[in-house]
């Protein structure tokens, strides 16, 4: 981490030794190994906390930090995946880092990917940003006036109150993916997976939507300058690949 802080904060004196007063982002990307083997492991329990150091460190000097931390050790989307994403994207996110890298999809130590593990980290990423944000604390908030009415003259519970329906759309984060059905309802669905959900999901985005922000005259000039790989109609609504 001693070594981290000392490169990047080197790096920004030459960047303004070269441009004075330029604007940068301060990113400190200290990486573990597990001496074991010596392979990287950015889903550790150390990587967070070293990540997490250097968020502090950056605050200490007044900067916008950036660095990685999201990632994970494990192969799959399974439940090593969720811990190791959510300790090391969770704690560094609440110690300061203002921008994450590598936050989402992000498998094997960053030597893979998966498309259904960027949804999954949506709905984490989500939560981790309600973390973030905290709790506001002033009069309206403290909500002394609406317990008084409900507890004392009102039905005893907060279901019905304005207030309520106000804070489901300010204060919650609802996830897409995750599965807050009762044991009831999830087992009469058919007891429907996390990553089978996030791959009906994939499917259906990749099946109904296509990146339009590049318009065609141009798509067209670049494909015919360029040897580009993926062809156009693989990208288009209506694959056959993506409708299984």
Same mark, same amino acid.
């Given at each position: 981490?001693?070594?981290?802080?000392?490169?990047?904060?080197?790096?920004?004196?030459?960047?303004?030794?070269?441009?004075? *007063?330029?604007? @940068?982002?301060?990113?400190?990307?200290?990486?573990? #190994?597990? %001496?074991?083997?010596?392979? &990287?492991? +950015?889903?550790?329990?150390?990587?967070?906390?070293?990540?997490?150091?250097?968020?502090?460190?950056?605050?200490?000097?007044?900067?916008?930090?950036?660095?990685?931390?999201?990632?994970?050790?494990?192969?799959?989307?399974?439940?090593?995946?969720?811990?190791?994403?959510?300790?090391?994207?969770?704690?560094?996110?609440?110690?300061?880092?203002?921008?994450?890298?590598?936050?989402? *999809?992000?498998? @094997?130590?960053?030597?893979?990917?998966?498309?259904? #593990?960027? %949804?999954?980290?949506?709905? &984490?990423? +989500?939560?981790?940003?309600?973390?973030?944000?905290?709790?506001?604390?002033?009069?309206?908030?403290?909500?002394?006036?609406?317990?008084?009415?409900?507890?004392?003259?009102?039905?005893?519970?907060?279901?019905?109150?304005?207030?309520?329906?106000?804070?489901?759309?300010?204060?919650?984060?609802?996830?897409?993916?995750?599965?807050?059905?009762?044991?009831?309802?999830?087992?009469?669905?058919?007891?429907?997976?996390?990553?089978?959900?996030?791959?009906?999901?994939?499917?259906?985005?990749?099946?109904?939507?296509?990146?339009?922000?590049?318009?065609?005259?141009?798509?067209?000039?670049?494909?015919?300058?360029?040897?580009?790989?993926?062809?156009?109609?693989?990208?288009?609504?209506?694959?056959?690949?993506?409708?299984?």
């Amino acid at each position: 981490m001693v070594q981290a802080v000392a490169e990047c904060l080197a790096g920004l004196v030459y960047i303004n030794c070269v441009v004075p *007063g330029a604007v @940068a982002i301060w990113g400190p990307w200290p990486f573990v #190994s597990d %001496l074991r083997t010596g392979a &990287m492991s +950015g889903g550790s329990g150390e990587q967070a906390l070293i990540t997490s150091g250097c968020a502090q460190m950056g605050k200490f000097y007044n900067l916008t930090v950036g660095s990685a931390a999201g990632m994970c050790d494990s192969k799959l989307p399974d439940m090593q995946a969720g811990y190791e994403k959510g300790v090391t994207a969770g704690i560094s996110a609440l110690s300061g880092v203002n921008l994450l890298y590598e936050s989402a *999809g992000m498998h @094997a130590s960053l030597l893979g990917f998966c498309l259904e #593990s960027l %949804l999954i980290d949506n709905d &984490m990423l +989500g939560s981790i940003n309600r973390n973030v944000r905290g709790i506001e604390v002033n009069s309206d908030t403290l909500s002394t006036a609406v317990i008084a009415q409900v507890c004392l003259e009102g039905p005893g519970h907060y279901l019905g109150s304005d207030q309520t329906l106000t804070l489901m759309q300010r204060e919650y984060v609802y996830p897409h993916i995750a599965n807050r059905m009762s044991p009831k309802e999830w087992n009469e669905a058919g007891k429907p997976d996390l990553v089978q959900r996030a791959a009906a999901r994939k499917r259906e985005i990749l099946s109904t939507y296509y990146p339009d922000y590049i318009p065609r005259a141009i798509d067209d000039a670049i494909r015919a300058k360029h040897d580009i790989k993926l062809r156009r109609e693989v990208m288009e609504p209506g694959d056959p690949r993506w409708a299984g």
